[in-house]
C-alpha cells in the first residue's frame, strides 16, 4: 500500500510570483501518450491554485511498479 502524508503551517495562499510554487502550479499544457506511440497535446484551463506551505512530507510504499526505476529512484529521495 503506498502513502502520501504532508504537514503544512498557516492558511493557503496564491504562489509568489517567480517562486517554483507558481512554476508548478501554473502549467496550462497537458501530454498523454497515445496508443500508436505519439502524443497528443490538450489545453488544461484552471484558476490559479493555492498553495501551503509544508512541515514535513513523506511517501512511503512500493513506488517502482506505479512508477518505473528512474521516478522510484527520485521519490525515495
Known amino acids: 500500500m503506498e ?6 503551517k498557516g492558511d493557503f495562499v496564491l504562489p509568489e ?3 517554483q510554487e507558481q512554476f ?7 501530454y498523454a501518450r497515445q496508443r500508436d506511440g505519439g502524443c497528443a497535446e490538450y489545453q488544461v484551463a484552471h484558476p490559479p491554485w493555492m498553495v501551503w506551505a ?3 512530507a513523506g511517501l512511503e510504499g512500493e513506488t ?6 528512474e521516478l522510484a529512484a527520485v521519490l525515495r529521495q
Open 64 to 69: 517502482e511498479p506505479l512508477y518505473g526505476e
Open 54 to 56: 509544508a512541515l514535513d
Open 3 to 8: 502513502r502520501i502524508r504532508l504537514t503544512v
Open 24 to 30: 508548478i502550479t501554473e502549467h496550462y499544457w497537458g
Open 17 to 19: 510570483p517567480g517562486s
